[in-house]
């Protein structure tokens, strides 16, 4: 099987990486931020159009608000520090996620973002802030629904890829590998319509200790898996 086009990452066990080191949650989260540094550079090198990363879900806002005021100024952080990094390397940013009563300097940030590195073409980085996917299907069923209301579209067009269409990764293709670290095997409302025929690698390390080797180790166990979207192997049809 050749690589996958588009990895997605849910970067978990931050808190824990800082407690069993005895020191404070936002010391993982800053380690975390150096991790998804190295994370978003590895699959440039290794090639991989599209990498999305889990940054910030809607549930995280039930956080102690000093751990939320935390993991915001590291957003803030990561964008203005790297920013002209990802913009130099060809590197395209897009975030997912519901905007509506973010911060206005989060999300201007974020729209900076997205529109200084609009042109490239080298690699996609999805940022995930703010991101539910059950609340990304309702947001897209509503507005199909107001596309019908307003004589836009008619019901029998929608279609698992219409439907595709309105939600916030519309044009990003689905992701092929869901990797998910801290030993924790499932989705966390993470792409549930986009990763129906994901394959999914589980890795037991905190996410600030996710390095080069475990990209490449995901990569290797996803190249010796056959996908069958609900089909059979070639073998199996054969005999």
């Not at 588009?6 to 080191?21: L, P, Q, Y």
């Not at 989260?29 to 990363?53: C, K, S, Y």
């Not at 203005?80 to 509506?100: F, P, Q, S, T």
């Not at 319509?193 to 290797?220: K, M, N, T």
Request: with cysteine.
């Amino acid at each position: 099987m050749p690589k996958p086009t588009h990895i997605a990452i849910i970067m978990d066990g931050n808190g824990r990486w800082a407690k069993a080191r005895g020191l404070p949650r936002v010391a993982g989260h800053r380690a975390g931020v150096e991790a998804l540094r190295q994370a978003v550079r590895n699959a440039g090198d290794f090639g991989i159009p599209f990498l999305t990363v889990y940054a910030f879900s809607s549930e995280n806002w039930s956080r102690p608000a000093s751990e939320v005021s935390d993991l915001m100024g590291l957003l803030r952080l990561f964008i203005r520090r790297d920013l002209a990094e990802l913009h130099h390397n060809g590197v395209k940013v897009r975030a997912i996620g519901d905007r509506v009563g973010l911060e206005p300097d989060i999300r201007a940030m974020i729209e900076e973002a997205e529109n200084l590195t609009a042109g490239n073409t080298a690699m996609t980085l999805v940022i995930a802030f703010n991101y539910g996917g059950r609340d990304e299907i309702a947001r897209a069923a509503k507005k199909i629904a107001s596309a019908a209301e307003k004589g836009l579209l008619s019901p029998d067009a929608v279609t698992p890829d219409a439907f595709g269409a309105f939600l916030d990764t519309g044009g990003i293709p689905d992701p092929d590998l869901v990797i998910r670290t801290s030993g924790e095997q499932r989705l966390s409302n993470f792409m549930l319509w986009q990763a129906a025929y994901s394959e999914f690698v589980f890795l037991p390390c905190y996410w600030p200790d996710f390095g080069r080797e475990h990209l490449s180790e995901a990569i290797d166990t996803f190249m010796g898996r056959e996908r069958r979207y609900g089909g059979v192997a070639a073998r199996d049809a054969a005999s």
